[in-house]
């Protein structure tokens, strides 16, 4: 018999049985393997059933997880962390399961908010694969209208549709963004503006990682542009429709890669250095946690958030141009160890869930946060100087103080 005390109501299945014991669906047998799986939050259309009793498991959710919002800050933490499992009767294998368990808390867990969005209009970036698409996911399941806003339509519109059947929503919708084009950016935020009088949650989660130096196509280096520039401008153009929706979020995805960033505003674009792959990709997400600052600052009293996180590191498909991806060999030897070491896309989409749903969250803003937890930024990213000098610079750059675009204030 296993006992699981969680401090989340989510489901959660852990066999540690030998006969062939069949998941509460009856569908996939959790057989012969000590494994578990675990499930998000309820849809709001397809709730989960809360207890499960089969052969060697007992799940027990303990206690619902809005009452985070009413704990202690440190109680909270506590909840937070990982549960704590009791194994009965089965001494030999605690230690395996225990680890396997906890390896998945200390991956960050489900998000600790419960809160839906019956009906609020949210946009997600890049949201046709990785984490960006298990986002949307997450907030389809909480009733959200759903944009997801990708290059790529045919990919777009194949992750509308799984999202759509999994949570029921019909509410998702697939719209093209390119941020490698000013122009596609441009049009985007006209057709939303023209077609959605309120968009209540902006989750600026595309990214692209260590590519080649490739620029976009009006002369960007990548990363920087796609990564940056291109949130920044897309953001800048739907400030009123933000802020006539108050109150409203912004999310943006950085990555804790950003500590070993520099803004070098001699180059930005690097076309004097050296190109470096890595440097390139830690200065764009330097810079999505400067503009958060900087944007934060200038939102001040308008009911309109925005915070940066990292997410934690994820199996995506993030690092298709690094070497890992395109050498078998590699992908042969790493990749089970890299397998064991990150988070799933489902874990991983849960920190930009939270910032965008919590109720504990509201008025926060301007804040860094690693997983589910609020931490300092690295000392550069605390530097109001370089986070105006940057917004001048992307401004100039994007053209908007030429464009009549929303302005901040
Ligand atoms: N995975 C991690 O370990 C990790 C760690 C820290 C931070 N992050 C951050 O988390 C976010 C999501 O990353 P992920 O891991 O889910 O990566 P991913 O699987 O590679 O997904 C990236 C998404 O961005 C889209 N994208 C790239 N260039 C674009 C463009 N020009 N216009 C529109 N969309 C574009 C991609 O579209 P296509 O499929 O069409 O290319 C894809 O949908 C990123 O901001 C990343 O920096 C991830």
Not at 42 to 48: D, R, T, V
Not at 162 to 183: C, G, P, Q
Not at 215 to 236: A, I, K, R, S
Not at 377 to 400: C, H, I, K, T, Y
């Amino acid at each position: 018999m296993v006992l699981l005390s969680q401090g989340r109501e989510d489901a959660v299945r852990l066999t540690l049985g030998t006969g062939g014991a069949r998941s509460q669906r009856g569908q996939e047998p959790v057989g012969t393997s000590r494994s578990w799986k675990r499930h998000g939050p309820a849809s709001p259309l397809e709730p989960l059933e809360g207890t499960q009793l089969c052969q060697h498991v007992a799940l027990i959710p303990v206690r619902p997880v809005s009452d985070a919002c009413l704990q202690s800050p440190r109680s909270r933490q506590q909840s937070l962390n990982p549960p704590e499992l009791v194994v009965t009767g089965s001494s030999g294998h605690r230690k395996r399961t225990q680890r396997v368990f906890r390896k998945d808390y200390v991956a960050g867990g489900s998000c600790p908010s419960k809160a839906t969005i019956l009906g609020k209009t949210v946009i997600v970036t890049g949201a046709n694969t990785g984490i960006g698409k298990q986002t949307a996911l997450e907030l389809a399941k909480r009733g959200g209208n759903i944009i997801l806003a990708c290059r790529d339509m045919e990919k777009c519109e194949a992750a509308a549709r799984d999202i759509r059947r999994e949570t029921l929503n019909h509410h998702v919708s697939a719209w093209h963004l390119d941020l490698a084009s000013l122009k596609s950016i441009r049009e985007f935020a006209a057709k939303i503006t023209e077609e959605k009088e309120r968009v209540h949650i902006l989750i600026n989660n595309a990214a692209v990682m260590r590519c080649p130096h490739w620029t976009t196509e009006d002369g960007f280096e990548m990363q920087f542009g796609v990564n940056h520039l291109g949130h920044f401008l897309l953001t800048n153009l739907l400030l009123d429709t933000l802020k006539a929706s108050a109150p409203s979020r912004i999310v943006n995805l950085s990555s804790l890669a950003h500590v070993a960033g520099h803004m070098d505003f001699d180059d930005l674009n690097w076309e004097e250095r050296t190109y470096d792959t890595k440097a390139a990709y830690c200065q764009s997400k330097l810079a999505v946690v400067l503009f958060t600052k900087e944007l934060s600052r200038r939102l001040q009293g308008t009911g309109v958030t925005v915070n940066a996180l990292h997410p934690g590191v994820a199996r995506t498909e993030l690092g298709r141009h690094t070497g890992m991806h395109s050498s078998a060999f590699s992908s042969f030897t790493l990749g089970p160890i890299f397998w064991l070491l990150v988070k799933s896309p489902q874990l991983a989409a849960q920190p930009s869930t939270y910032l965008a749903v919590a109720e504990e969250l509201e008025g926060v803003s301007g804040k860094y946060f690693d997983g589910f937890k609020e931490k300092p930024p690295a000392p550069e990213a605390e530097d109001e100087e370089v986070a105006q000098r940057l917004w001048a610079e992307s401004a100039r750059l994007v053209g908007l103080e030429l464009s009549g675009g929303s302005s901040p204030q």
